[in-house]
Nanobody, 124 residues
Framework: QVQLVESGGDLVQPGGSLRLSCAAS????????IAWFRQAPGKEREGVSC????????CYADSVKGRFTISRDHAKNTVYLQMNSLKPEDTAVYYC?????????????????WGQGTQVTVSS
C-alpha cells in the first residue's frame, strides 16, 4: 500500500524560503512519479512540480519556475520541494501525489495516491 507523508509547512514572510518533504513508501516498482500540488482557499488544486523515480525527469508550473526546486533522495525514499522567494500567492495546502507511471505531467487525474497535505502560509 502506497503512503505519502508530507512535512515542512510553516508560516513564512514574503521573500523567505521553506523546504517541504514527502516521504514515500509502498512503491514496489522503481518506476513511478511524485508530484507536488497545492490548493488555496476557494481555488482548484493545481500542479506545482513533479519528478520521476527512474530517469529524474522534472517538471514545473510556470508560476514557480526559477523559485522552486524539486529533488529526490532514493536512500530515504523522500522527495523535497525547496521553495525560495515565496510570495503571498504561494499560500496554500501543499499535497504530495504519486503515480505508478513515469511521466512529467501535472494533470491531477494522472495521480492515484495522495498525502494529507501541509499548510504553507506566506504573510508578513
Amino acid at each position: 500500500q502506497v503512503q505519502l507523508v508530507e512535512s515542512g509547512g510553516d508560516l513564512v514572510q514574503p521573500g523567505g524560503s521553506l523546504r517541504l518533504s514527502c516521504a514515500a513508501s509502498g512503491f514496489t516498482s522503481t518506476y513511478y512519479t511524485i508530484a507536488w500540488f497545492r490548493q488555496a482557499p476557494g481555488k482548484e488544486r493545481e500542479g506545482v512540480s513533479c519528478i520521476s523515480s527512474s530517469d529524474g525527469r522534472i517538471c514545473y508550473a510556470d508560476s514557480v519556475k526559477g523559485r522552486f526546486t524539486i529533488s529526490r533522495d532514493h536512500a530515504k525514499n523522500t522527495v523535497y520541494l525547496q521553495m525560495n522567494s515565496l510570495k503571498p500567492e504561494d499560500t496554500a495546502v501543499y499535497y504530495c501525489a504519486g503515480s505508478r507511471r513515469v511521466h512529467s505531467s501535472l494533470v491531477r487525474n494522472e495521480y492515484t495516491y495522495w498525502g494529507q497535505g501541509t499548510q504553507v502560509t506566506v504573510s508578513s
